[in-house]
């Protein structure tokens, strides 16, 4: 098992630019979520989808940022136009409700930048 | 009051030490208890579920308090190894999904 893949791992862009991180979950699980974390805030939860449909996208900063799972091994997370204030530490979780206990499988992050 | 919180420390205990972490949760209505152990600049890892009856992997002790809403989190003989931030996850059920809530974590220092 490859565990959550996410790229890029590191990411420096300018303010104004389009970004989009991207996502490979555990293969069956049928739960994704991204989260952002800062040091200010921790871990947010921004959106998660449930067999590859949104469920809840309340945590989702603004218009700027919107995600998308086409199937059910890939989703993105696209930020346009970035400003300073995204920076932070992107990452994707999946997980199954057939797992006992429900743990939450975390890929290594996506280390945004924005200058 | 934050839905689930946690004393962000650093704890600075020796080697061999036992230390405990709590973490206190808003919602009487959540399901499911974890503790996460999250390494600097790494993702976090689950460390293990935390059961009513509470529950032990090795040195590591979960306990849960649902009547004060709390669970907590207890490491005996303390390792170097065992440094990292120490997150609580709550979830709450919400139309047939089990949405996750971290703590900000709790900073564990074990010095030699």
């Known amino acids: 098992d490859a565990g959550v893949i996410q790229s890029p791992r590191h990411e420096v862009t300018e303010m104004g630019q389009e970004v989009t991180l991207r996502c490979k979950p555990i293969?069956?699980?049928?739960?994704l979520f991204w989260y952002r974390q800062t040091m200010m805030r921790g871990l947010e939860l921004l959106i998660y989808f449930n067999n590859n449909v949104p469920i809840d996208d309340s945590g989702m900063p603004e218009d700027r940022f919107s995600a998308k799972m086409p199937n059910a091994s890939f989703s993105t997370l696209k930020i346009q136009p970035s400003e300073p204030r995204d920076s932070a530490v992107y990452f994707c979780?999946?997980?199954?409700?057939?797992?006992?206990?429900?743990?939450?499988?975390f890929g290594s992050g996506t280390r945004l930048t924005v200058v | 009051r934050k839905e689930v919180e946690q004393d962000p420390g650093p704890f600075n205990v020796p080697e061999g030490a036992t230390v405990a972490f709590n973490c206190t949760y808003s919602?009487?209505?959540?399901?499911?208890f974890f503790w996460y152990r999250q390494d600097c600049r790494k993702e976090p890892k689950l460390l293990m579920s935390v059961y009513s009856s509470g529950n032990e992997d090795g040195r590591f002790t979960a306990q849960l308090n649902r009547a004060s809403q709390y669970i907590s989190l207890l490491i005996r003989d303390s390792k170097l190894s065992d440094s990292a931030t120490y997150l609580c996850?709550?979830?709450?059920?919400?139309?047939?999904?089990?949405?996750?809530?971290f703590g900000r974590g709790t900073s564990l220092i074990v010095h030699p």
């Open positions: 293969s069956g699980h049928d739960y």
């Open positions: 979780a999946s997980s199954s409700r057939d797992r006992g206990g429900y743990g939450y499988t």
């Open positions: 919602n009487s209505a959540s399901q499911s």
């Open positions: 996850v709550v979830t709450l059920a919400s139309g047939g999904s089990y949405i996750p809530t």
